[in-house]
C-alpha cells in the first residue's frame, strides 16, 4: 500500500523563509519526498520531473498572481492547495475556477497545513482501486483505469499504461467501485463511463477499442 509519508509534495512560493518554513513542518512530520520551487520557470520544471501529487501553490508569485495560471497547466492528476496572504475577492473567484483542494493563508499555521494535506490524502485513498500483484499491492487511480474484462477466474484491468490480471470476478470488482464512474457494459466487460468516446446502439468506444454494450446494462450510458 501507498505510504502517505511517501506523498510528493511541491511547494512553489517565492518567500523562501517561507517555503523553507513549510518543508521543515512537513519534515517535522515525516514526509519525505519534497521539493521547493520559488520562481514559474523552476516550477514547470519540478511538475515534469517530479511530478507531485499535492502542489502547495502561492497565488501571488513574484507578484504576478502566477499561482493561477500554473495551476492551469499542472502535472495530471496533482492537487493544489493555494497558499495566500490576500483578501481579494475578484482574486479568490478566479483561483476557484481552477478547483482547488483547499487554501492556506499567512502566516502559514502547523494545523492548517496538515489538516489540509490529510483531507487530500485522505481523498486519494478513496479514489484508488487496490488490488494484490503477486506479493504486491497495487493501488490504481480511478482516472487511469480505462476498463475492465473478465477472463475465466481472472479478470483483466485496463489503465492508460498497463494492464494487469487479478483473481477476482467483475462482480466482486464492481462491489468495490463508485457507480457513477464505473458500470457494466456486458457480462465480460467493465468500464470507466469517463473514458468512453463513442456509443453506439450495441458497442462503445475507449481508446480505439470496441467494447460490446448490451441491452441489459444500456440504460446506464445514456
Known amino acids: ?21 513549510i518543508s521543515e ?11 521547493i520551487a520559488n520562481d514559474a520557470n523552476t516550477a514547470i520544471a519540478e511538475m ?5 501529487e499535492i502542489i502547495l501553490m502561492d497565488i501571488n508569485l513574484s507578484g504576478k498572481n502566477e499561482g493561477i495560471t500554473l495551476s492551469q497547466n499542472k502535472n ?8 495566500t496572504g490576500q483578501q481579494d475577492f475578484a482574486l479568490m473567484s478566479e483561483a476557484i475556477k481552477t478547483k482547488p483542494y483547499g487554501y492556506l493563508t499567512k502566516p502559514i499555521k502547523k494545523v492548517d497545513l496538515m489538516a489540509s494535506i490529510g483531507i487530500v490524502i485522505q481523498k486519494n485513498e478513496n479514489q484508488n482501486f487496490q488490488f494484490k500483484d503477486g506479493y504486491d499491492t497495487v493501488n490504481v487511480k480511478y482516472s487511469d483505469i480505462r476498463y475492465f474484462v473478465a477472463d475465466g ?5 485496463y489503465t492508460i499504461s498497463k494492464k494487469y490480471s487479478i483473481r477476482q470476478s467483475l ?4 462491489e468495490q467501485l463508485p457507480l457513477h ?25 475507449i481508446n480505439n477499442v470496441e467494447i460490446p454494450l448490451s441491452r441489459t446494462y444500456a440504460k446506464q450510458f445514456k
Open 1 to 21: 500500500m501507498h505510504n502517505p509519508k511517501n506523498t510528493k509534495i511541491l511547494i512553489i512560493e517565492d518567500d523562501i523563509i517561507i517555503a523553507e518554513y
Open 25 to 35: 513542518i512537513l519534515q517535522e512530520e515525516r514526509f519525505k519526498n519534497i521539493e
Open 48 to 52: 515534469k520531473t517530479f511530478v507531485p
Open 76 to 83: 495530471d492528476n496533482a492537487a493544489v492547495i493555494f497558499i
Open 153 to 157: 477466474n481472472y479478470s483483466s484491468i
Open 171 to 174: 462482480s466482486t470488482i464492481a
Open 181 to 205: 464512474t464505473f458500470a457494466r457494459a456486458h457480462r465480460s466487460f467493465l468500464v470507466n463511463k469517463n473514458k468512453v468516446e463513442r456509443i453506439t446502439t450495441n458497442t462503445l468506444e
